[in-house]
């Protein structure tokens, strides 16, 4: 029974990974079977690499789509010179992982009190919102119902069926969903029940590597802001134990087997952090489950076929409840820290909240770019330039006290 109970939880994290794992190969051009061994393999190189700590799943990364498309372009549409980028930008997670196990954790963690942490957090979930609500938008009648499912079971289920309330909030909107027409069956049908992935070997071209590897810097502050958000749902101090040192390593390794194997480059997923804090189930083993899942996709084609077919404003509907969460815990996090509401710190934090948010809005509406540019192709902005920023600050003006409290 506990087994059981263990594989529909996993069953919930493996459907909130799904779509943004699979969309990522579909705008690229990388083989979505192949992403998904990688995303699966990936997660279990991470657990192996951080002692089986930290519950977090991987799937594809949205920071590398801009540059993965350059070198398409630059190479007329011979995505192996991608990968030899995607391999090198792994190796230089990897490299930084061990100079940051040098210079030692506990001086990174002087960089991250909770009036830079939280409001970063908050920005994580507030940047994914709008995604969520395009998907939602497609059917908002069966975006609320999706959701609302999945709110009532969370605010009234108790026990096990309280955990459940991601799953359930699906099955009823894939439901409405076939009532109303909306669902492409053909999907199931056409799949075939076993076939290989595409797998490629990488190429290796300067130019490629040139564009693709710098990436690494932009999406560094989203990694620690990831597993601190994840540490705060957990309730632990994933930066200290097992260290940045080895989630950096994780992540490196797993990004280097995507690319070797041909599939985009890995990151952890918000959407299974928000899982996290919706049931309360922190076991890690859940998220390996799900990555064994994630790999058996990758070769059965009729539950992949499945999987796909599930209505984008289903997905839009439980995302919404998904990032949301992640928001919350940004605001629990300067709350449960107490942290001192001086002018200081609000400065701090209302710099990391309008630079974090503001900064896409800003070049859209008044073509001003608000970021440091590392390459031609390659910008540190949003979430990565505001923590910077609010790291910056929180030093000059927080230098007698780090924390602030």
Partial sequence: MAMIKKMVLALQHLIAMFGATVLVPILTGFDTSVALVAAGVGTLTFHMVTKKKVPVFLGSSFAFIP????????????????????????????????????????????FL???????????IGLNLIPTAYGMAKNNLLVAVITLSVALMITFTGKGFSKQLSILAGVIVGYLVSLKLGIVDVDLIKNAPIVSVPHFTLPKFDIGAIAIIAPVVVAVFMEHVGDITTNGQVVGENFIEDPGLNRTLLGDGLATLFA??????????????????AITKNYDPSILRMAAVFAICLGFISKIGGFLKSIPVPVMGGISLMLFSMISLIGVQTIKNNKVNFNIKNIFIMVSILVLGLGASYIEKQFGISIGI???????????????????VLNRILNRKNDHAF
Avoid: R, W
């Fill in 113 to 123: 009190p909770p009036q830079v942490v939280g409001p970063m957090i908050i920005v």
């Fill in 67 to 110: 540059v993965i498309l350059t070198v398409k372009e630059m190479y007329h549409g011979d995505l192996t010179y991608a990968q030899g980028g995607i391999i090198i930008a792994g190796l230089i997670y990897v490299m930084m992982s061990f100079v940051i196990g040098k210079v030692g954790v506990e001086k990174i963690e002087q």
């Fill in 373 to 391: 540019s590392v390459t031609d192709t390659v910008t540190i902005s949003g979430l990565s330039f505001a923590a910077i920023v609010g790291v």
């Fill in 259 to 276: 690319g070797l194997i041909g599939g985009p480059a890995n990151t952890t997923y918000g959407e299974n952090t928000g899982v996290l």
